[in-house]
C-alpha cells in the first residue's frame, strides 16, 4: 500500500529528485528565498495574534464601557482601557485622556481625536498585513532574477562552444534547473497573497466593528456632555433668578 508521504513525494517530485536536491540545484538565490518563507511564516502567526478579536475589539468589554461611561467613572474606564490591551482600548484611552486634560471640549473636538487615534490604530493592522503582499511581489521576482542567471550561464556555454554532439542534451538540464527558482518563489509567494487577502478581509470587518463600537461611545459621551450642559445652564438660571430676588428685596429694604 502506497503511503500518504509517497503520494505527496511524487506528486512535487515527478523526476525522483527530492526537495533538498531541487534546493541544491536552484543556485544562490534559493537562500533569499528560504529566508523569505521564515519571515512569512513569523508575518502570518503575527498577523493572526494581531488580527484576533481580543486584539482589536473585545466585545466583553463594550457593556462595562457603557456602564462607566454612564456613571461618569472615567478613572474606572482608564483602569480598563491599561489592564485590556487592544486597538479599541488604545482609542478609548487617548479619549479620555483628552476629556481629563480638556474638560471644556466639545463633542467634534472628542470625534476628532477618535476619529485620528483610530486612523493609526487601523494603518497599523493594515501595515502588518502588507508584508505579505511585499513578500508576494518579491519572491516572483527573486525566482525570475535566478532563471534569467542561469538562462544567461546556459547560453553563454553554448557560445562558448561547451555544448558539442551528444552534449547538448545538457541545455535541457540547464534550462531546468535555472527553472528552479521561479518556481520557488511561485511557491512562497502563491501562500503569502491568499494569506494577504484573507487577513485584509478580516482587518477590514474588524475595523468597521471597531468604528462601529467607538460611534457608540462617542454617542453615550455626547448625551453625557448635553445633561451637564443643560444642568449647568439650568444652575445658572437658578443662580440668577435668585440673584435677582436678592436684589430685589435689598432694594424694598
Partial sequence: MVSI???????????GIHLVEL?????????????????ALMVIFICLWRTREGAVLPMRLIAPVESHIRRKDYAGLMDICE????????TLQVVMLFLQRNPRANIDEVREVAAA???RQANMLTRQISWLADIGGIAPMIG???TVI????????MAAGNFEGVKQMQMASGISEAMITTAGGLVLAIPCMLFY????NRVQKRITDMEAAITHILSLISVQMNREKRLGAAMQREMDRDTRTNGTGQDEV
Fill in 83 to 90: 489592564q485590556n490591551d487592544s486597538s479599541f482600548t488604545r
Fill in 197 to 200: 487577502v484573507v487577513f485584509r
Fill in 5 to 15: 508521504t509517497n503520494i505527496m513525494d511524487k506528486a512535487l517530485n515527478p523526476g
Fill in 144 to 146: 525570475l532574477l535566478g
Fill in 150 to 157: 542561469g538562462m544567461m550561464r546556459t547560453f553563454t556555454e
Fill in 117 to 119: 487615534e483610530g486612523s
Fill in 23 to 39: 534546493f541544491e540545484k536552484g543556485g544562490v538565490l534559493m537562500w533569499p528565498l528560504l529566508a523569505l518563507s521564515f519571515v
